[in-house]
T-cell receptor
Framework: SQQGEEDPQALSIQEGENATMNCSYK?????LQWYRQNSGRGLVHLIL?????REKHSGRLRVTLDTSKKSSSLLITASRAADTASYFC???????????FGAGTRLFVKA | DTGVSQDPRHKITKRGQNVTFRCDPI?????LYWYRQTLGQGPEFLTY????????KSRLLSDRFSAERPKGSFSTLEIQRTEQGDSAMYLC?????????FGPGTRLLVL
């Protein structure tokens, strides 16, 4: 299975602090994606990192990928209350389009 | 609005009844996915289509579940003889490449 497992399960921080979430997976992958879900907007794609990439940035998001350790991390800098949501990693095997989500990390940003 | 749409948004039914959900993907997206999500869990893959072909179906899916995408555009998910354990959010997503775009979901409650 290429299921991603997120860690921690829950995270509570103050607004302005950075939030780091980790993801581990089991098999070789072609790419890994991060998604966010909150009650207001449903599930939204954040960023995709390919297996030949080590780091990628998008605004306040920074994603790293270590294929030797089969792990990825998502860093949200200068967090805002609006970042409160569940975050899921979704690894995909080569040639595959099926996505297996883990249980997610629930982030709560206190204003 | 050119996003993924799902209908209905909410469905309450009695155990044993059949229900059908519809998903309209983003136009020009050839892949369409169905997921099921319960409280506190990530989306669970059910099945996916490339154009009108159903390429993969989860082994977790019982014979009571069936999905179609007859013309390669919209899709329907039918659950026959519903059980209380079928109560969940049913999510649809579409993609042209790796990134999936999710609809708002259909929340099913089986009494």
């Amino acid at each position: 299975s290429q299921q991603g497992e997120e860690d921690p399960q829950a995270l509570s921080i103050q607004e302005g602090e950075n939030a780091t979430m980790n993801c581990s997976y089991k098999t070789s992958i072609n790419n890994l994606q991060w998604y966010r879900q909150n009650s207001g907007r449903g599930l939204v794609h954040l960023i995709l990192i390919r297996s030949n990439e080590r780091e990628k940035h998008s605004g306040r998001l920074r994603v790293t990928l270590d294929t030797s350790k089969k792990s990825s991390s998502l860093l949200i800098t200068a967090s805002r209350a609006a970042d409160t949501a569940s975050y899921f990693c979704a690894p995909s095997v080569a040639g595959g389009f099926k996505t297996i989500f883990g249980a997610g990390t629930r982030l709560f940003v206190k204003a | 609005d050119t996003g993924v749409s799902q209908d209905p948004r909410h469905k309450i039914t009695k155990r044993g009844q059949n229900v059908t959900f519809r998903c309209d993907p983003i136009s020009e997206h050839n892949r369409l996915y169905w997921y099921r999500q319960t409280l506190g869990q990530g989306p669970e893959f059910l099945t996916y289509f490339q154009n009108e072909a159903q390429l993969e179906k989860s082994r977790l899916l019982s014979d009571r579940f069936s999905a179609e995408r007859p013309k390669g555009s919209f899709s329907t998910l039918e659950i026959q003889r519903t059980e209380q354990g079928d109560s969940a959010m049913y999510l649809c997503a579409s993609s042209r490449a790796e990134t999936q775009y999710f609809g708002p979901g259909t929340r099913l409650l089986v009494l």
